[in-house]
């Protein structure tokens, strides 16, 4: 790669110089930056690269499921989301067209019936009535179930018989038959996984542009938190066709062997692994995050299959979750957990505490995933565990209002996703998007943080934001703290990899409501452009 001076309004993210004029790149990383003069002189014979627009580091999302994306997102499953079909009856046509089309099998993502009002319940009878021969499998928006008829299930070869995976289950009735209703990862794939083995014989050009469409939010880098390593192969020929537009950083799912065949820290700047994930409880949209206070009774929540005084359970119990933590934590692995209710925080606080008690770690980085009921008090006790979070405040924006209301009442809403609890604690912290479950929106997110305001206008617990400042580290250096790769990614320095987001004004010069509207103009990998926003 040639030598090249990018010269434009740039924030840096270091805190010693947290703005320059310039910055000179070779061979992918920053070797001066600071004045157009100082930068110039160290690169006299550089071409330069003039910028309109505020450049700042890549975006990090430090949870993504990339790989998972590039599945839901592609021409063998259809996208029924709510950012994509907002109405029930367009969710409706879309089942009915779907199975008309699809003999073989219909597989589908996005089910919401919190936004997407009047839809009907999945029982196992209405599938069927929908599709009485094809296959029909229905993926939840939050990733947490699936809703499948009688032929999808003989597709999968899953019958009253089949047993519950560790940590998921099968929906049932009273006498045990299968109710059409799956929970959890281990279920959802097996159900999937007919439509997922089709998704494959054209994984790498999918891969690819699921990367693209994160380039253009101005990510350069994403952690996918629930690596599948059979998918190994299909990432290398991504790699070698050149799809792999942004970073990858792995998260392998755990597994009943509590083993991998990685070593932490195996790959490289462009691919590395990083992690193991598990989870602890599931999704506050479907009911089953482990909770201190009931659920509300609310037409919403009795849809749902809630019973009134509804708490609901984490997926592990504790000598579970013990098992687990301290077989991966002895392979040297950093532990990533999916905790949303405060019990199930709780429980995991208690179980890592133990274990470096136990079996101490210097720079462990043990990381909670989502957090959306965690208190301040548990922020403050995983901060001096040296426990970090990655908090979903994007969930404010979409389902704040349905949590008031309809879910948990307005004083869980005012402290759900609490960045400012997390800031208060000293920790280092991350935003996400977390995969399809709501689009890859760094931008939203920072808004979101700072004003808690949900998409009708209402804000959940103001004086529970953070400021521009923080919220822009949550999005960069401290999202590249959590992936142990601050060292080269999170902030433009010397030294650093010369990755770059072109946003169109200074999100530290407007107001907080209006950074969720800049444009991303163009972002660059390693100094090379990956996305030019259309003309």
Same mark, same amino acid.
């Given at each position: ?135 029909? !499998? ?35 009735? !009273? ?64 790699? !070698? ?161 349905? =949590? ?78 959590? =992936? ?52």
């Amino acid at each position: 790669m040639s030598d090249t001076v990018f010269q434009a309004r740039i924030v840096t993210m270091d805190e010693a110089s947290p703005e320059a004029e310039a910055l000179g790149v070779r061979d992918g990383r920053v070797v001066a930056i600071g004045s157009v003069a100082s930068v110039r002189a160290a690169l006299p014979e550089a071409p330069v690269t003039r910028i309109d627009g505020c450049v700042l580091p890549g975006f990090v999302e430090a949870h993504g499921h990339p790989t998972t994306s590039a599945v839901l997102l592609s021409e063998h499953f259809v996208d029924i989301r709510p950012v994509t079909l907002p109405s029930a009856d367009e969710v409706l046509a879309a089942v009915r067209q779907a199975v008309a089309e699809r003999p073989d099998g219909a597989y589908l993502n996005g089910w919401d019936p919190l936004l997407q009002v009047g839809l009907p319940a999945p029982t196992l009878d209405w599938l069927d009535s929908v599709a009485p021969a094809t296959p029909l !499998a229905i993926l939840h928006n939050s990733g947490h179930s699936i809703y499948f008829n009688s032929a999808a299930a003989a597709a999968a070869g899953v019958d009253r018989d089949t047993p519950d995976p560790t940590g998921a289950h099968y929906g049932r009735t !009273a006498s045990g038959e299968l109710d059409g209703s799956g929970y959890e990862t281990a279920v959802i794939f097996t159900i999937a996984g007919p439509g997922l083995a089709a998704a494959r014989t054209t994984y790498a050009e999918n891969l690819a542009a699921e990367l693209g469409r994160l380039n253009a939010a101005g990510i350069t880098t994403v952690a996918e938190m629930a690596w599948d390593p059979s998918l190994a192969p299909v990432l290398d020929q991504t790699r !070698a066709a050149g799809g792999l537009t942004a970073r990858l950083r792995l998260y392998e799912m755990s597994t009943p062997a509590m083993h991998s065949d990685q070593s932490p820290a195996d790959g490289d700047d462009l691919v590395r692994q990083v992690g193991i994930k598990t989870w602890a409880d599931g999704s506050p949209w479907i009911g089953n995050i482990d909770t201190s206070f009931a659920y509300l009774d609310t037409a919403a929540t009795r849809a749902l299959g809630l019973p009134p005084g509804h708490h609901g359970a984490s997926n592990y119990t504790r000598a579970q979750l013990d098992a687990i933590s301290r077989a991966y934590f002895d392979q040297g692995w950093q532990l990533s957990c999916h905790a949303h209710g405060d019990r199930a925080i709780e429980m995991v606080l208690d179980c890592w505490e133990q274990l470096l008690e136990a079996h101490p770690r210097a720079d462990h980085r043990l990381r909670l995933e989502h957090v959306g009921a965690m208190r301040p008090d548990q922020f403050d006790r995983a901060a001096a565990l040296g426990i970090t979070c990655s908090l979903f405040v994007d969930h404010l924006y979409y389902w704040g209002d349905v =949590l008031a209301d309809n879910l948990l009442g307005a004083e869980h809403a005012a402290t759900w996703a609490d960045a400012g609890a997390a800031a208060a604690s000293g920790m280092r912290f991350s935003f996400h998007n977390d995969g399809t479950v709501t689009p890859p929106e760094p931008l939203r997110n920072l808004t979101v943080a700072m004003t808690r305001r949900s998409r009708s206008g209402r804000v959940h617990g103001a004086d529970h934001g953070v400021t521009i400042d923080r919220a822009l580290r949550a999005q960069t250096i401290d999202a590249a703290f959590q =992936l142990f790769a601050e060292a080269d990614i999170g902030s433009l320095e010397v030294g650093k990899l010369a990755d770059l987001v072109v946003l169109s004004d200074d999100p530290r010069k407007v107001p907080p409501g209006a950074v969720a509207d800049l444009r991303v103009l163009a972002t660059y990998l390693s100094g090379a452009q990956v996305y030019a926003a259309p003309v």
